[in-house]
């Protein structure tokens, strides 16, 4: 199941190259890192290889560029994604603390996830929402104002899923 | 809406709907009879508009459920033929969302909840009483009828967000009410390349993105190349923290930035645009796809646009988080599907840049004000402003200042009338110490520089830049020190690696802040942050390096006085920095209760019950648990 559950990631990814309106194929490279991150989750090494066999360019120029941009990730990340915003606004309200706060909460450091999976910690740097600083994103969630006091709070939300 | 043919068709079409948002425009001059309360309305209250903000941060505390619930409740009691909700873009003052607007009466009810919906439609919407108690300025014990009277609305000019918080976004109709596509057409008919690259060149403008290179300049080096094939491309990568003007008028009015991309393409003989926009604004990139198309399938963008024959496309092109993205050459890699490294310069994009073919790269908010000068002309956009620094300027204004938000004003604007007029003073009335502005790239402004003009020119001159329009406001509560740590952290992490004195000269500057702020600084590490920061500036190969050390320099340069404090004194007068706090217990307050060393998470406080407690300095970690548990405020922290 699993294996055939792959094969179907390949041929939606493979797909969408194959749809491609651009017509010079290495500078799709990103557009399509994007697409692949979306169905895989993550950009592992026989995702990378795949797609630079497709858009013919080395694998080396894919790795350098998926190592490159800090949106793409080589390693799979936890069911849900805490984004703790570090831009100005969030920082001078604060954010640094709530940022320590998740990691002592889920005793993992930001950047790593959570050895279940369930949980990532990425700080992001602003999210444009300066008014609602500081603002911590779960997933597509977004939680304004955000107290260091609240975070187990926060966190028990996803005791059940 | 049908496919437009021809500039005279676009013209009848804009006839056509051109009053389907008056409604919204009535100031208070026009109409000054019935804004007052209670008096009884004496307009005609038939049709009514309610504008819902559904930008990013109004979004994101639900104004979109508010909306949806409105119509419903709408519906409800009826009122759904003399009520329409518009789902608008961004008013600017964001602390106070969600909002909305009521129309014709421009009453604002603010920080709404879905519990508040029920009230404002039986009470203002049916029998046309206000909800007082939902009005601007209410929570403040002040609250205002009319939105455009208080000093945060009465004080902008709105140019580049004209449209943000007037019209529905998503509506093509609704931005051909505002003139939407006629500057295109103008363009298009009756003006040669030359002559729109002319019209930019002489209303000043400059690029919004931060180095304030006049745009006409670039239209123009880009015309003259005679490669068949230039680009033009729209920068969206907004990556300073701090910074949401771009997002909010891609959002808010998209078309306005499609259109002002045509135009650049006609004037410099482009027939493809791209858009490169960071992946972090979700909604913007949406908006912009259907926007596309809709403009596509009105005839508006795409192959022979109004019947003249002149084509232009545009694609969006995704970011993936690097902030030197925002950097022109590195920005071309990255469209081109490389590693987002800058080159050098020249040759300049006009030249070689996209596909090595000549490209004007152009800020969101630079190009959000070309239609207003094409219809207004450039005698117009000059009265606006500075001589040398024409128009307006967008800033984003954040930190401890009561009024956070967008705002949108002429340059020359001084900063005392931006945050103690528009942005309604400091937080809990504290001392303002400083204002940073450009982001990593900037500096920040001690507060005696207040009455300085703001405009390109004046901010070099006291040691920052206007960068993209990031301002934080900060209070006595910050810690310059550690400010600025934050942005050299900033860079450090952003700096791509291609050039030394970047890679690794900012990572030495990060230790010696490291150093200092820990408390193990010398007077001598001052002097190599300043010479480091120099050699820096000097020679590293992009505008990122070339303007890292920036906040250091500056901060050493207006508050000395703190770097020593942290150097010679070991302390940190914010009271910010951790390393250097200690927190001890005031013998005579304390009353032994415990409390404190049960909540020690290192126990690392001693003492019998009913006797004095006392920290051990070495084994504190500075949490600060102690400080916020004792119920006697007998621990205090220096």
């Known amino acids: ?161 | 809406m049908e496919r437009i043919l021809s500039f005279d068709q676009l013209k009848k079409q804009y006839e056509a709907v051109k009053h389907q948002t008056d409604l919204r425009l009535l100031t208070l001059n026009q109409a000054p009879s019935f804004i007052q309360l209670p008096e009884p309305y004496k307009r005609d209250l038939s049709v009514r508009h309610l504008m819902v903000c559904a930008d990013t941060g109004c979004a994101a505390s639900h104004s979109l459920g508010i909306a949806d619930l409105l119509e419903k409740t709408i519906e409800k009691y009826g009122l759904q033929d003399k009520v329409k909700v518009i789902k608008t873009g961004c008013f600017g003052l964001c602390s106070q969302g969600p909002i909305v607007v009521v129309h014709p009466e421009r009453v604002m009810y603010t920080q709404l909840k879905v519990e508040h919906v029920e009230e404002i439609v039986q009470n203002h919407l049916r029998d046309g009483h206000y909800v007082e108690h939902l009005l601007l300025g209410a929570r403040e014990g002040n609250p205002t009828t009319n939105y455009d009277q208080v000093d945060f609305f009465r004080k902008q000019t709105r140019i580049a967000t004209r449209n943000c918080g007037l019209i529905n976004p998503a509506s093509l109709e609704e931005y051909i009410s505002q003139k939407g596509y006629l500057a295109l057409g103008k363009c298009l008919t009756e003006l040669t390349p030359d002559g729109v690259v002319d019209v930019v060149k002489k209303s000043g403008l400059r690029g919004r993105g931060g180095a304030g290179f006049p745009t006409g300049m670039k239209w123009g080096f880009t015309a003259v190349e005679k490669e068949p094939q230039k680009y033009v491309c729209c920068n969206a990568d907004e990556g300073d923290p701090g910074a949401f003007m771009d997002r909010s008028v891609l959002e808010g009015d998209p078309h306005s930035v499609l259109e002002a991309m045509a135009i650049a393409g006609y004037a410099i003989g482009a027939d493809t645009g791209f858009i490169y926009i960071r992946a972090e604004y979700p909604s913007a990139i949406r908006r912009l796809l259907s926007s596309i198309e809709q403009a596509k399938e009105a005839g508006l963008l795409g192959n022979n646009i109004m019947g003249t024959g002149f084509n232009f496309n545009i694609e969006l092109r995704l970011g993936a988080g690097a902030f030197v993205c925002g950097e022109e050459t590195a920005l071309i890699a990255s469209v081109e599907g490389n590693r987002g490294e800058p080159r050098n310069k020249p040759p300049y994009p006009a030249a070689k840049g996209i596909y090595g073919k000549p490209t004007v790269i152009n800020n969101v908010e630079t190009l959000a004000n070309i239609c207003p000068i094409i219809l207004n002309g450039s005698d117009w956009f000059r009265s606006i402003g500075t001589e040398k620094s024409p128009g307006t300027k967008v800033f984003a204004l954040a930190g401890k200042v009561n009024n956070v938000g967008l705002i949108e004003v002429p340059m020359g604007t001084t900063l005392r009338e931006i945050i103690y007029e528009i942005g309604g003073g400091i937080v809990n009335d504290k001392q303002l110490k400083a204002v940073q502005t450009g982001g990593p790239s900037g500096g920040c402004i001690p507060a005696r520089y207040l009455d300085t003009p703001i405009d390109y020119e004046s901010l070099q001159v006291i040691g920052t830049m206007m960068g993209s329009g990031g301002m934080i406001v900060l209070d006595e509560t910050t810690c310059m020190v550690n400010i600025a740590k934050f942005y050299l952290e900033f860079t450090v992490d952003e700096s791509c690696g291609k050039c030394t004195p970047c890679r690794f000269g900012n990572r030495y500057m990060l230790d010696i802040m490291n150093k200092i702020t820990h408390g193990q600084g010398t007077r001598e590490d001052l002097d190599k942050l300043s010479q480091l920061g120099e050699t820096i500036k000097e020679a590293s190969l992009c505008g990122l390096g070339q303007s890292s050390p920036n906040p250091v320099l500056s901060t050493i340069r207006y508050f000395r006085d703190e770097y020593l404090a942290h150097i010679d004194d070991k302390r940190c007068p914010a009271g910010v920095c951790t390393s250097l706090l200690q927190y001890e217990i005031v013998p005579e307050l304390c009353i032994g209760c415990t409390i404190c060393a049960k909540n020690c998470p290192v126990q690392c406080i001693s003492g019998a019950v009913r006797q004095v407690h006392y920290i051990d300095q070495a084994a504190c970690i500075k949490c600060g648990l102690c400080f916020s548990k004792c119920p006697k405020k007998a621990i205090i922290r220096k």
């Open chain 1, 1 to 161: 199941m699993a294996c055939s559950g792959l094969q179907s990631k390949f041929q939606e990814l493979d797909q969408y190259i194959d749809n491609l309106s651009i017509s010079d194929k290495g500078s799709a490279l990103i557009p399509v890192l994007h697409r692949a991150q979306t169905i895989f989750g993550y950009l592992p090494q026989d995702v990378q290889a795949h797609i630079a066999d497709r858009l013919d360019v080395s694998t080396a120029k894919v790795y350098g560029v998926v190592s490159f941009y800090t949106f793409f990730t080589m390693e799979p990340r936890g069911r849900f994604n805490i984004s703790v915003c570090l831009g100005t606004a969030c920082f001078v309200g604060g954010a640094e603390a709530v940022l320590k706060e998740f990691e002592k909460e889920l005793k993992i450091k930001s950047g790593e996830t959570t050895s279940d999976f369930k949980f990532s910690i990425t700080p992001v740097r602003c999210v444009g929402a300066c008014s609602l600083a500081p603002i911590v994103m779960i997933n597509d969630k977004v939680y304004p104002r955000v107290k260091t006091s609240e975070v187990a709070h926060i966190l028990a939300e996803y005791d059940e899923m």
